[in-house]
């Protein structure tokens, strides 16, 4: 039984792609720090992927595997913080070939545009590198919103 249909995405960064990132109010950046933020954030990426649209997997077996890997660069891991209480709010891991490989938003920030503020972050990360363009993958039945998301930032779908 195979699983369902990986849709791939991706953002041209031109000029109009580059621009600030407009967060919600209560939430703040922090940038990512494996000790502090590592764990919260692979718990995180759980709970959004628990129901569909990613894999759950344990810290103990995300972690060495994200850290070891060539394309891995902590200053592509963009982390925003509930101001409220100190969790994070949302994340998102990129890799150096300016591919999005998990992005999650905490249940009580979905749908206030901080889904859109972390692709931002990603956007212009890439911008300063000189990438042509954006990647990401996502599981066509996604429950999270995440097609209508990606459209509505600029995103669009195309072949592999």
């Known amino acids: 039984m195979s699983g369902p249909e990986p849709i791939r995405f991706r953002k041209v960064l031109d000029r109009s792609a580059v621009s600030p990132p407009v967060l919600p109010d209560g939430v703040r950046c922090e940038d990512f720090t494996p000790a502090r933020h590592a764990f ?3 718990r995180l990426l759980n709970d ?5 649209g990613g894999a759950v997997r344990s810290y103990e077996e995300w972690w060495p595997e994200l850290h070891d890997d060539s394309e ?9 913080m509930d101001a409220s209480d100190g969790e994070i709010a949302g994340f998102a ?5 300016a591919f999005v ?4 938003v905490a249940h009580r920030w979905r749908r206030k ?4 503020a972390l692709m931002q972050m990603a956007f212009n990360a890439f911008a300063e ?7 990401l993958k996502v599981e066509s039945t996604n429950p999270h919103g ?12 195309v072949a592999g």
């Open 101 to 104: 490989k998990d992005i999650a």
């Open 113 to 116: 545009g901080l889904g859109a």
């Open 146 to 157: 995440a097609l209508h998301l990606y459209r509505s930032i600029g995103m669009n779908r």
């Open 72 to 80: 891995y660069d902590p200053a592509l891991c963009f982390v925003v």
């Open 48 to 52: 959004a992927y628990r129901n569909g």
């Open 129 to 135: 590198r000189k990438a042509p363009f954006v990647d």
């Open 93 to 97: 891991q990129c890799w150096t070939s």
């Open 40 to 42: 919260k954030a692979r």
